[in-house]
């Protein structure tokens, strides 16, 4: 099993428009963060997590020309509206993609991206929608599923188990329930959203995430979803060792 951290950034990215690096080094090349995404490799199987406005440029960077599936946490821009771009990876698939993400999720991809799941004359459909439900096999491992509050609407969290190892991936969420406590909890390998340093009303905090890593007794914790504040060879000196900042193209082998 292998984890690629394909971006780490927040809706704007770091930098934002404007040349705005914030707090971060622009010297630092791992303050460069594309929105976020991850890729998950099983078994030689390959399944995107999100396909926000950078997934062309990521998959590029990947070098990954094939996808067995790909899962939406949530509908808002940052994570789908890089959809058309799967167009290409179900061509060279030589059909339509799986298409994971609670049925909710789903209505509103069709909704807002019909094209992408209808057979149109010459274009056919690009990827299959497909309901998640609390858990799904994938090569040989379990993933399963919790809702995460995230303000007003959830995103989808998950754990993944192959062999004797596991990692979890919660992005866009601002508080931990016992549901997802409970999930997490003594995963080898916790990716975890992280906007920066002060309370947010829909993201999570630097302080709030060590302290549920500790409490989850977590083995590694990597920050995600990073905003323009978080710099980061600051986090690198200031973390405990089991917790680090991520960074765009951060590969987790097991």
Same mark, same amino acid.
């Given at each position: 099993?292998?984890?690629?951290?394909?971006?780490?950034?927040?809706?704007?990215?770091?930098?934002?428009?404007?040349?705005?690096?914030?707090?971060?080094?622009?010297?630092?090349?791992?303050?460069?963060?594309?929105?976020?995404?991850?890729?998950?490799?099983?078994?030689?199987?390959?399944l995107?997590?999100?396909?926000?406005?950078?997934?062309?440029?990521?998959?590029?960077?990947?070098?990954?020309?094939?996808?067995?599936?790909?899962?939406?946490?949530?509908?808002?821009?940052?994570?789908?509206?890089?959809?058309?771009?799967?167009?290409?990876?179900?061509?060279? *698939?030589?059909?339509?993609?799986?298409?994971?993400?609670?049925?909710?999720?789903?209505?509103?991809?069709?909704?807002?991206?019909?094209?992408?799941?209808? *057979?149109?004359?010459?274009?056919?459909?690009?990827?299959?929608p497909?309901?998640?439900?609390?858990?799904?096999?994938?090569g040989?491992?379990?993933?399963?599923?919790?809702?995460?509050?995230?303000?007003?609407?959830?995103?989808?969290?998950?754990?993944?188990?192959?062999?004797?190892?596991?990692?979890?991936?919660s992005?866009?969420?601002?508080?931990?329930?016992?549901?997802?406590?409970?999930?997490?909890?003594?995963?080898?390998?916790?990716?975890?959203?992280?906007l920066?340093?002060?309370?947010?009303?829909?993201?999570?905090?630097?302080?709030?995430?060590?302290?549920?890593?500790?409490?989850?007794?977590?083995?590694?914790?990597?920050?995600?979803?990073?905003?323009?504040?978080?710099?980061?060879?600051?986090?690198?000196?200031?973390?405990?060792?089991?917790?680090?900042?991520?960074?765009d193209?951060?590969?987790?082998?097991?």
């Amino acid at each position: 099993m292998k984890v690629r951290v394909l971006g780490c950034g927040t809706s704007f990215g770091v930098p934002r428009i404007g040349n705005d690096w914030g707090l971060c080094d622009p010297h630092e090349p791992r303050n460069r963060r594309l929105r976020s995404s991850i890729l998950l490799q099983v078994d030689g199987q390959r399944l995107l997590v999100d396909c926000g406005p950078d997934v062309r440029q990521q998959l590029l960077e990947a070098e990954v020309r094939s996808l067995d599936a790909v899962i939406v946490t949530h509908d808002h821009a940052d994570h789908c509206h890089g959809i058309d771009e799967l167009r290409a990876v179900s061509q060279a *698939n030589g059909g339509p993609i799986r298409l994971l993400a609670r049925a909710g999720v789903l209505i509103g991809l069709e909704r807002r991206f019909g094209y992408i799941f209808k *057979n149109r004359g010459l274009y056919e459909a690009v990827a299959e929608p497909d309901p998640v439900g609390s858990e799904l096999l994938f090569g040989g491992a379990r993933i399963r599923f919790v809702d995460q509050p995230h303000g007003g609407i959830t995103s989808l969290g998950m754990r993944v188990d192959h062999a004797d190892k596991s990692i979890a991936y919660s992005i866009d969420f601002n508080a931990l329930t016992e549901e997802m406590r409970a999930l997490y909890q003594g995963v080898d390998v916790w990716i975890s959203d992280c906007l920066g340093r002060k309370p947010h009303p829909t993201h999570a905090h630097l302080e709030a995430v060590l302290r549920w890593g500790e409490e989850m007794k977590v083995g590694k914790l990597y920050l995600s979803h990073l905003n323009n504040s978080m710099d980061y060879q600051t986090l690198v000196r200031e973390l405990p060792d089991w917790a680090a900042p991520a960074h765009d193209g951060l590969e987790i082998a097991f």
